[in-house]
Each structure stands twice: as C-alpha cells, then as structure tokens.
C-alpha cells in the first residue's frame, strides 16, 4: 500500500524558516518523480516544486524561487521542502505527490497545514 | 504559459450524468489529468491521459476530449461523489510544471 506521510509543519513567523519532510513506502522511492504541491485555505491548487528521481533537475513555481528548495534522500525514502524568508501569503496546507511520470501526482500525502503569522 | 478552466459549480441529482468541463487556452496536444478531493483530504487521481482511469477508480468516471475542452463524466452518481474534481495539465515551457484548473464543487442534490 503506498502512503505518503507529511511532516514538519507549524506556525512560522514571518520571515522565518521551516523544513517539511516527505516519508514514502509501499512504493519504489528511487524510481518516482516527486513534487510539492499547496493549497491556500479555501482556494485551488498550486504546484511549487518538483525534483528528479536522482535529484539533479529541480524546478520552481515563481512565488517560491529562491527562498524554497526540493531536495531528496533516496536512501530514506524521503523527500524535503527547505522554506525560508517566509510570507504570509505561504499560508497553505502542503502536500507531497509522487509518479512514475514527471507530469501528473499518482499518489498524493495527506497534507500538512503551515500557517505564517506573526 | 497557459491556463486551464471550470466551472466554480455543478450539481446532479444522484443517479444522473455529471459532466465537468475544463478549458484549456493552449493549442496543441497535451493531456489533462483530473483529481478528486474531498474536505480535508488528499487529492485521489481518477483519470489520466485524458481518458485512462487508475486502478481502483470506478468505470463511473470517465474522461474524454474534444478540441480544447476536455470533460470528466461520472455517471450514476452517488451521494459519496459529492468533492471538488481539479482538472491539470502539464506545461514544460512555463513556470509551472503542473497547471490547474481553479476546481469545480459537484454537489450531489
């Protein structure tokens, strides 16, 4: 059974930094593409950022360049979201996805809440 | 870049056909994905490739595409299907690699 299981979230001042984490299993990690994905209280979805299988493509969505970074340890299953610089409109509820293929989410976590505020 | 678009709403008593439309401004081919997501849940993928549909997923939710509207069907619908149904689309070009539409609420009367 694959479960993706998020971690890591909280209140976080503005300005401050937070690091989720991604646990995967029930599933080939090493061979899944894997992305970020957030939803704003209330509001659609957002893509943000995708890694590679190997972890040496990533890309960003324009909101989050330069203040979040994807990374990955294959050899624990697990993916991270680096967030710094933090604004209030980062408010969201955060989720891991994971795919055989890089352009759609076969299997999503279930999300974890990371409010901004002072 | 590109965008992708649905109805806020749409409502079916149960039994009928929902159909839920998702525009797409771009030309050329590129596949649609829809996902359903109940509150306080993780979106579930129920149709990829336009039309495939994942295992586990009733053959109640179809997809199909003409032209640039592509349309997830679900036939005798049931009480259990009322969620919002988010249709994406991928984009290389763009800033953003998976592009969604702002989703549509199926409300199951």
């Known amino acids: 059974q694959i479960q993706l299981v998020e971690s890591g979230g909280g209140l976080v001042k503005p300005g401050g930094s937070l690091r989720l984490s991604c646990s995967g299993s029930g599933f080939n990690f090493s061979d899944s593409f894997m992305t970020w994905v957030r939803q704003t209280p209330g509001k659609g979805l957002e893509w943000i950022s995708y890694?590679?299988?190997?972890?040496?493509?990533?890309k960003y969505a324009d909101p989050v360049k330069g203040r979040f970074t994807i990374s990955r340890d294959n050899t624990k299953n697990s993916l991270f979201l680096q967030m710094s610089s933090v604004r209030a409109d980062d408010t969201a509820v955060y989720f891991c996805?994971?795919?055989?293929?890089?352009?759609?989410?076969?299997?999503w976590g279930q999300g974890i809440l990371v409010p901004v505020s002072s | 870049s590109f965008v992708v678009t649905q109805p806020p709403s749409v409502s079916v008593a149960p039994g009928q056909t929902a159909k839920i439309p998702c525009e797409k401004t771009?030309?050329?081919?590129?596949?649609v994905y829809w996902y359903q997501q109940k509150p306080g849940q993780a979106p579930i993928l129920v149709v990829y490739?336009?039309?495939r549909r994942p295992s586990g997923i009733p053959d109640r939710f179809s997809g199909s595409t003409s032209g640039k509207t592509a349309t997830l069907s679900i036939n005798r619908v049931e009480v259990g299907d009322e969620a919002d149904y988010y249709c994406q689309a991928w984009d290389s070009s763009g800033d953003r690699l998976w592009v969604f539409g702002g989703g549509t609420r199926l409300t199951v009367l």
């Open positions: 996805a994971r795919g055989k293929r890089y352009d759609y989410g076969e299997s």
């Open positions: 890694i590679s299988k190997s972890g040496d493509f990533r």
């Open positions: 490739d336009d039309t």
């Open positions: 771009y030309s050329g081919r590129k596949s």
